[in-house]
């Protein structure tokens, strides 16, 4: 629950900054375009068709990095050999160097890991903030095919065709982890 619930507190104080009117991402906007004497509006984003999903793009690449990627970067720096760092320090490895042959190395089990959750996360994602940022809309325009899931499963009451969509978003999540299982380990090692 504490997982969704800073989620849906997230996803609404983005919803606030991309305000068209009272936002302060717009307010901002506003004040560079008078600067640079710019006669424009600036975006409607969660209104606007073309503007929609860009701008939760914007927002999930924000909370990927600085979510629980970094903190699981972070973890990883935890298992990097202090021995091999000295060692590299020693033998006349600049700052450089000692990441790219030591550090680096050392968060490739993390690298992957993250790889293979985000491709999950990137396949099944985005359902919370179509439904809690713009409902799907403006015109379909942030339907994601978990929210379409949704939507067919418990608006439209049709089970069955939700369940074989679901299956083949399985298939799909099934066949892009086992090729990165298979391509990513071989880079690990």
Known sequence: VQTFTS????????????????????????ALFALVHLHAEPPAWLTSVGWAKPALVVMGVWTAVGGTNMLLYL????????????????DGANRWERFRHVVWPSLLPTTFFILIMSAIGG???????????????????????????????????????????????????????????????????
């Open 123 to 189: 396949l099944q994602g985005g359902f919370e903030q179509a439904r809690v940022m713009t409902g799907g809309g403006p015109a379909g325009a942030t339907t994601t095919l978990s929210y379409y899931i949704y939507n067919v499963a418990f608006q439209d009451l049709d089970l069955g065709y939700a369940a074989a969509i679901s299956w083949v978003l399985f298939a799909a999540i099934f066949l892009v982890t086992a090729v990165q299982w298979r391509y990513g380990r071989d880079l690990e090692t």
């Open 75 to 90: 973890a990883g720096l935890t298992n990097v050999s202090r021995e091999l760092l000295d060692a590299a320090e020693v």
């Open 7 to 30: 989620g849906v507190a997230l996803m609404l104080l983005w919803k606030a900054i991309y305000n068209p009117e009272t936002g302060p991402l717009n307010a901002a906007l506003r």
